[in-house]
């Protein structure tokens, strides 16, 4: 069955350390996405990446980095640069981004907590 | 900056009664908005997409209106089932998906 696996499910961390979220998908989408969820709030955009090789900050992006060197394949870094990383991480996928008009597909979530 | 707010932020109804969630944004030049649902601790679903020239949405029990002039779009769920119990999230599109904080819903037997 085609989808979205992201690894690990739950993740604990020291402070000061930088952790690495993965993201798989075998959907051939070109568009992929780094999104956080904190109680209360709605999703907010990280990274997103439209092709291979190329990537865009969204609205959070600042202490954390990824890369996309595969098209299956978006990990999410989240280094210690970041003040407060506790939080619900998804990753998503569209057959292209850009136009909207493509509905996302979502991983299951990958649980952050800083000890 | 488009805000998407989604009230109440939680409903409780018995089993049968008919759901009436609520969705509404600030910036009406939208190409599209989507309702998914989301269990805890898991990812999103998608439910329905509504293209910004359409004015409703139907899939099985589920039926999504938009007023884009209004800036408010509807999530209808007829005869709930305690299995509908969720969080149900809206999102708009205009240049990047905005996404509300979403409504949670227990349905209860």
């Known amino acids: 069955d085609g989808g979205i696996t992201q690894s690990p499910k739950y993740l604990f961390r020291k402070e000061g350390q930088n952790v690495t979220l993965s993201c798989e998908q075998n959907l051939n989408h070109d568009a992929m996405y780094w999104y956080r969820q904190d109680p209360g709030q709605g999703l907010r955009l990280i990274y997103y990446?439209?092709?291979?090789?190329?990537?865009q900050k969204g609205d959070i992006a600042e202490g954390y980095s990824v890369s996309r060197e595969k098209k299956e394949s978006f990990p999410l870094t989240v280094t210690s640069a970041q003040k407060n990383p506790t939080a619900f991480y998804l990753c998503a996928s569209s057959i292209e981004g850009g136009s909207g008009a493509n509905v996302l597909t979502f991983g299951a979530g990958s649980r952050l907590t800083v000890l | 900056k488009q805000e998407v707010t989604q009230i109440p932020a939680a409903l409780s109804v018995p089993e049968g009664e008919n759901l009436v969630l609520n969705c509404s944004f600030t910036d009406s030049a939208i190409y599209n908005l989507q309702w998914f649902r989301q269990d805890p601790g898991k990812g999103l679903t998608s439910l329905l997409l509504i293209q910004s020239s359409q004015r409703e949405q139907t899939s099985g029990r589920l039926n999504a209106s938009l007023d884009k002039s209004s800036g408010r779009s509807t999530l209808y769920i007829a005869a709930s089932q305690p299995g509908d119990s969720a969080t149900y999230l809206c999102a708009v599109f205009d240049y990047k998906l905005s996404f509300g904080a979403g409504t949670t819903v227990t349905v209860r037997a």
């Open positions: 990446s439209q092709i291979v090789n190329d990537f």
